[in-house]
C-alpha cells in the first residue's frame, strides 16, 4: 500500500494496518448478516436438525495450530532465526491449505449424509457460510504465498516495511481463525 | 479589494512557512509516478482532486441517464392514451406499435425504466457521485494531508465503480431488456430467471453491477476512514475539523458496517438463482408449474436488504448536510451555529439508521410489536434531524447572507429537508403506513427528502467548491436560473404527488385503466410529466454551464475568493500533486472563525493571538 511519505499518524498505528482492521469489520458485517440470516430463517420452523461433519473438528485444529504458527513464525522473523522463521511460515500455508482440504472432506461428509445444498435451508446456510469463510481463507493464502516466497528468496531484513506487511499477514490470519471458531460454535449451539 | 486579497495570500504563504511543517515531501520525485502523461494523469489516476472530478463527471453522466428513464415512464403515466410512435425510432422493439401506427410503451420497458432509475440514481448519482466527489476532494485538502492514506486503492475505487457502471449500461441492451423488478430487487421476481423478462440475464447482470459497486464504496470507505483518523495536519484535533469531513467520516463508516450485509443478502439470492438453494424461495408456482423449492423466506431477504437500504438514505443525505453546512457558514458569514451539536446528531443519526430498517417493512408481515420498535426508533430519527434544521436557521439569521448559486442551492436544500422530511413523520407510523404504503406518498416523501435535498447538497457543493477543482468559476446567472427552476419545478413534480398517495395510487403501476377512483387524477399527472420535462431541461442548464466553464468560466484570481477559514482554500489556485507546494500548514483553532471581532474571518493556519490564548486559559 502507497502512501503519501512522511505522514503524520494521529493514532499512532500504521495506516495500512488501520485499513485492514476497518476492512475486518467489514468481514464481521457480513459474517453477521449471514449468522443473522440463519437465525431469523430458523425462528420461522421447518428447519432440518444435523450433525455437523467431523471434519469440521479436524480443521478447527488445523486452523488453530496455522495461527500459532504463524505466531512463533512472526516472533522468529523478529529475532533474526531465518530458517525457523521460514519453515513456520511455510507451515502456516500448508495447514492453511489442509484446513481448506478438510472443509471440503466435511462438505462430501455432508452430502453423503443426506444434507443437501439444495435441501432445506438449514443445511444451505451451513454450505455457504462456511464456503465463504473457506474463500476469505483463500484470500489469505494467496498473500501468504506471496509472503512466503519472498521469506525464501529475498534476504532477513528487518525493516519497518515487512515488519507493517507480516503484522497485516498475522493479524488477517488470526482473524480468520477466530471468524472459523465463532461459526463452529454457532452451528453448534445455535 | 483585489489589493486587500492579495495581501491577505502572501500573509496565508507566510503562515504556512513560519508555522507549517515540512514533511520532505516534496524531496522525493513523484511527478512520473503521479502525472507523467495523459494516462496516468487524466485516466489512471492516483490524485485524489482528479478522481473527485472522475466521480463527479461520470455521476453527471449517470444523472442524465437516469433523468432521462424518468421522462420515458413520466410520458407513460402522464399520457397513457397518446400515440408513442415517435420513440420508436429510440427505443426499438420496446415500443409496440400496432398495424395502424399507434405506438405504446411496453409494459416491461417501463418497469425495467423505474427500476434502472431507481438502481442508477440511488447508487451511482448520489453515492458514488455525492460521496465519492466531495470525500475524494475535500478529505486530505480539509485535513492537510499530502493525498490519501492509500491513492492506489483510492484509484481502484473509482475504476470499480467505472465497471459496475459498464456492466448496468450493457444490461440495458439485452433483448430481454435490463431488470425490471424495482431496484430493491425482492424475491421471487429477483430470484426466479423465469418471472420476467428482465428477470433473465438482466438480473444477472444488475447482480454482478451491484456487487463491483460494493467493492467500490468499500474500498473508498475503507481510504476515508483510514485517512481522515490517521492523517490530520498538525494541530487539527478531530474537534477543529470542518462538519464536511465528520459527515464523510460518519458516512463511511456506515458504508463499511451496511453494504457488506447487502453483499450477504446479494450471496443467498445468486445461490436461489443459480444453484437451486431454497433460502428466499417457497411453494411457488410459475406459469402453472410447482417449483421444488420449499422452506424460504422472503421476508429475510427484505431484512437483509433493508438493512443496508436504510443506512443507505443516510450515505446518501449526510454528505449533502455537511457540505449544506459548510456553505451555509461561509455565505453568511458567520460560524456555524451549535458545532458540536451539529456532530453528535450526524453521530446520532449514524448510530439510529441501523435501527429502524424494518419500517420499509411495516406491511410485509412483520410481528407488530416489532413494528412498535421500530416506529419509535424511526420517529427519534427526528430529533437529530431537527437539530441540524434549527442550527442552520440559527446559522443564516442574522448573518450577511450572500445570494450565489452556492448558498441559494444549500439554503434550498434546508427547504427541501423540510418538506420531506415532515412526511417523514407520517410514514414512520405503522397504522397511517398501512394506507400510505407503496403509494405515491412514499415516492414524493423519499424524493424530496433523499432525492432532491441530497441533489441540492450536491449542487451547492459544486458551485462552492468549482473554482477549487477547475481554477475558475461556474456562470452566476445560469447558476441562479437553475436554482430556481430546480427549486420551483422540484416542488411542482413532487407537492401534487402527496395528494395522489393519500388518494391511495399505488406507485409502480404501469397504468390506471381499470381503477375508477383514480380516473380523475390524470390532469394531476399529466402537470406532474410537463413539470418533470422542464426540470430535466433546466438540469441541461447546469450540464451547459459546468462544461463550459471548465474552458471558458471567469479565471479564479486569489487562492481564497469566498474568504474562507479551511485548509483548501491556503492551496495554489491549481494545486499540484501533493496540495501545497512547500511546507504543509498547521492549524491553529476550529474551522468557523467568521465574523471574529473586527475581523470578516480568521484562517485555521493563524496561530492565536495573545488575546485569545488568554481567553483560552480562562
Redesign the interface.
Known amino acids: 500500500?502507497?502512501?503519501?511519505?512522511?505522514?503524520?499518524?494521529?493514532?499512532g498505528?500504521e495506516?495500512?494496518l488501520?485499513?485492514m482492521w476497518?476492512?475486518i469489520?467489514?468481514?464481521v458485517?457480513?459474517?453477521?448478516?449471514?449468522t443473522s440470516?440463519y437465525v431469523?430463517?430458523q425462528a420461522?420452523g421447518?428447519w432440518l436438525e444435523f450433525r455437523l461433519p467431523e471434519w469440521f473438528f479436524l480443521s478447527t485444529v488445523v486452523i488453530l495450530l496455522s495461527s500459532l504458527t504463524m505466531h512463533y513464525s512472526y516472533k522468529q522473523f523478529r529475532k533474526g532465526n531465518t530458517t525457523v522463521y521460514r519453515s513456520l511460515y511455510l507451515a502456516t500455508f500448508l495447514l492453511g491449505l489442509l484446513f481448506v482440504i478438510t472443509q471440503y472432506l466435511g462438505w462430501n461428509a455432508m452430502q453423503s449424509g443426506g444434507v443437501e445444498?439444495?435441501g432445506?435451508?438449514s443445511g444451505?446456510?451451513v454450505y455457504?457460510i462456511s464456503g465463504?469463510h473457506v474463500l476469505h481463507v483463500l484470500g489469505g493464502m494467496a498473500a501468504l504465498a506471496v509472503g512466503v516466497a519472498k521469506s525464501w528468496l529475498l534476504p532477513h531484513r528487518i525493516t519497518k516495511k515487512r515488519i507493517t506487511r507480516f503484522k497485516m499477514m498475522a493479524h488477517y490470519w488470526h482473524f480468520v481463525d477466530v471468524l472459523w471458531i465463532y461459526l463452529l460454535l454457532f452451528f453448534m449451539f445455535q | 479589494m483585489a489589493q486587500n486579497q492579495v495581501a491577505v495570500q502572501d500573509v496565508t504563504d507566510q503562515l504556512i512557512e513560519r508555522y507549517g511543517f515540512d514533511d520532505k515531501f516534496h524531496d522525493h520525485h513523484h511527478g512520473d509516478k503521479y502525472q507523467a502523461n495523459f494516462i496516468t494523469h487524466y485516466i489512471f489516476s492516483m490524485d485524489h482532486k482528479m478522481i473527485a472530478k472522475q466521480f463527479l463527471i461520470t455521476g453527471i453522466f449517470w444523472a442524465f441517464v437516469g433523468g432521462l428513464m424518468s421522462l420515458v415512464f413520466r410520458l407513460q403515466l402522464g399520457f397513457p392514451a397518446e400515440n408513442m410512435a415517435w420513440l420508436e425510432p429510440f427505443f426499438g422493439q420496446w415500443i409496440t406499435v400496432s398495424d395502424a401506427g399507434f405506438g405504446r410503451i411496453s409494459q416491461e420497458f417501463y418497469y425495467a425504466m423505474v427500476t434502472m432509475h431507481g438502481t442508477i440514481l440511488v447508487f451511482f448519482v448520489l453515492t458514488a457521485g455525492l460521496s465519492g466527489t466531495f470525500s475524494n476532494l475535500l478529505i486530505p485538502l480539509q485535513i492537510g494531508a499530502r493525498d490519501m492514506a492509500s491513492p492506489f486503492l483510492n484509484m481502484l475505487s473509482y475504476w470499480f465503480f467505472f465497471l459496475a457502471g459498464a456492466v448496468l449500461f450493457f444490461s440495458l441492451f439485452l433483448s430481454t431488456g435490463a431488470f425490471s423488478g424495482g431496484w430493491v430487487a425482492y424475491p421471487p421476481l429477483s430470484a426466479l430467471p423465469q418471472a420476467s423478462s428482465g428477470s433473465g440475464a438482466g438480473m444477472t447482470l444488475w447482480l454482478l453491477s451491484l456487487t463491483l459497486f460494493v467493492v467500490s464504496v468499500l474500498l473508498g470507505g475503507i481510504n476515508y476512514v483510514t485517512t481522515i483518523l490517521n492523517m490530520r495536519t498538525k494541530g487539527l484535533s478531530m474537534w477543529r475539523l470542518p462538519l464536511t469531513i465528520w459527515a464523510f467520516l460518519v458516512t463511511a463508516i456506515i458504508g463499511l458496517l451496511s453494504f457488506p450485509v447487502l453483499v450477504s443478502g446479494f450471496l443467498l439470492l445468486f445461490f436461489d438463482r443459480s444453484v437451486g438453494t431454497s433460502f428466499y424461495l417457497s411453494e411457488i408456482y410459475i406459469g402453472g408449474q410447482a417449483l421444488d423449492n420449499v422452506g424460504g423466506s422472503p421476508i429475510l431477504y427484505q431484512h437483509l436488504f433493508w438493512f443496508l437500504g436504510h443506512p443507505e438514505v443516510y450515505i446518501i443525505i449526510l454528505p449533502a448536510m455537511g457540505i449544506v453546512s459548510e456553505v451555509l457558514a461561509i455565505h453568511s458569514r458567520k460560524p456555524i451555529f451549535g458545532y458540536k451539536a451539529m456532530v453528535f446528531s450526524i453521530m446520532a443519526i449514524g448510530f439510529l439508521s441501523f435501527l429502524v430498517w424494518a419500517h420499509h417493512m411495516f406491511v410485509s408481515g412483520i410481528n407488530p410489536y416489532m413494528a412498535m420498535i421500530f416506529v419509535l426508533f424511526t420517529l427519534i430519527i427526528a430529533v437529530p434531524s431537527a437539530v441540524k434544521v434549527f442550527n442552520w436557521l440559527a446559522t443564516l439569521y442574522g448573518g450577511s447572507v450572500r445570494f450565489n448559486s452556492a448558498n441559494l442551492f444549500a439554503i434550498g436544500f434546508v427547504s427541501m429537508f423540510i418538506s420531506g422530511g415532515l412526511t417523514g413523520i407520517f410514514l414512520g407510523n405503522s397504522a397511517i403506513d398501512i394506507q400510505l404504503h407503496d403509494t405515491y406518498f412514499v415516492v414524493a416523501h423519499f424524493h424530496i427528502v433523499m432525492g432532491v435535498a441530497a441533489f441540492f447538497g450536491m449542487y451547492a457543493g459544486v458551485y462552492h467548491w468549482y473554482p477549487k477543482m477547475y481554477g475558475r468559476f461556474m456562470n452566476e446567472f445560469l447558476g441562479k436560473v437553475h436554482f430556481w427552476g430546480t427549486l420551483i419545478g422540484a416542488y411542482l413534480i413532487f407537492w401534487p404527488m402527496h395528494y395522489l398517495g393519500i388518494a391511495g395510487v399505488p406507485r409502480r403501476y404501469y397504468s390506471f385503466d381499470t381503477f375508477d377512483s383514480f380516473a380523475h387524477f390524470g390532469t394531476m399527472n399529466q402537470f406532474i410529466t410537463v413539470a418533470a420535462f422542464l426540470v430535466f431541461i433546466v438540469q441541461l442548464i447546469f450540464v451547459i454551464n459546468f462544461f463550459y466553464s471548465i474552458w471558458y468560466g471567469r479565471p479564479m484570481k486569489v487562492k481564497n475568493p469566498w474568504g474562507a477559514s479551511t485548509l483548501e482554500w491556503t492551496t495554489p489556485i491549481k494545486p499540484g500533486h501533493g496540495n501545497w507546494p512547500g511546507k504543509v500548514p498547521s492549524v491553529h483553532r476550529w474551522s468557523y472563525d467568521y465574523s471574529k471581532g473586527e475581523r470578516d474571518f480568521v484562517s485555521q493556519i493563524e496561530p492565536l493571538s495573545e488575546e485569545e490564548k488568554e481567553q483560552q486559559a480562562h
Open positions: 500500500m502507497r502512501k503519501a511519505s512522511g505522514a503524520l499518524k494521529n493514532t498505528l495506516p495500512a488501520f485499513a476497518i476492512g469489520g467489514s468481514i458485517m457480513m459474517f453477521a448478516a449471514f440470516a431469523v430463517r420461522q421447518n445444498l439444495t432445506n435451508p444451505s446456510f455457504v465463504v
